[in-house]
Structure formats: C-alpha cells, structure tokens
C-alpha cells in the first residue's frame, strides 16, 4: 500500500499523481510487490519541526526516513 500525504499549501492533484507514479515505479524495479510506503509531502516549517522532534535538530531537512521496523512517527 501506497499512501501520501500532502500539505495543503501545494498543488495536490499534480503533486499526488506525479509522486504515485514515482513511487509505484521505484517499488516495481526494486521488486517490492506487497510492501508498505508512506510519504509525507510539506513544507518548510512542518519538516523543520519533524527534524526537531524525532532527531533533536532544530532545522529544516530535505529528507526524514523511518525504518520499518519501528513505531510510526
């Protein structure tokens, strides 16, 4: 399953059907057919707090990642 979320503020439709794509092809040529993915699409000052909270660093980042093997964030 495949679910992403995106922040208001940005251009969903667009953004929603670009990122399905990007994702379902990424899974199909690592072979991963029955797999769980989410994204989180936002801004600055959501990722800035993200990055404080679960790494302890008050700044904004491009990119945070969980592994599957913990707790959702």
Same mark, same amino acid.
């Given at each position: 399953?495949?679910?992403?979320?995106?922040?208001? &503020?940005?251009? /969903?439709?667009?953004? #929603?059907?670009?990122?399905? $794509?990007?994702?379902?092809?990424?899974?199909?040529?690592?072979?991963?057919?029955?797999?769980?993915?989410?994204?989180?699409?936002? &801004?600055?000052? /959501?990722?800035?707090? #993200?990055?404080?909270?679960? $790494?302890?660093?008050?700044?904004?980042?491009?990119?945070?990642?969980?592994?599957?093997?913990?707790?959702?964030?």
């Amino acid at each position: 399953m495949i679910q992403i979320n995106i922040n208001q &503020d940005l251009n /969903q439709t667009f953004m #929603l059907k670009l990122v399905e $794509r990007a994702a379902k092809a990424a899974l199909k040529q690592q072979h991963q057919d029955d797999v769980d993915l989410s994204i989180v699409l936002t &801004d600055d000052d /959501q990722l800035k707090s #993200l990055n404080n909270t679960y $790494r302890g660093i008050d700044s904004t980042t491009d990119v945070l990642s969980f592994p599957a093997s913990e707790p959702d964030p």
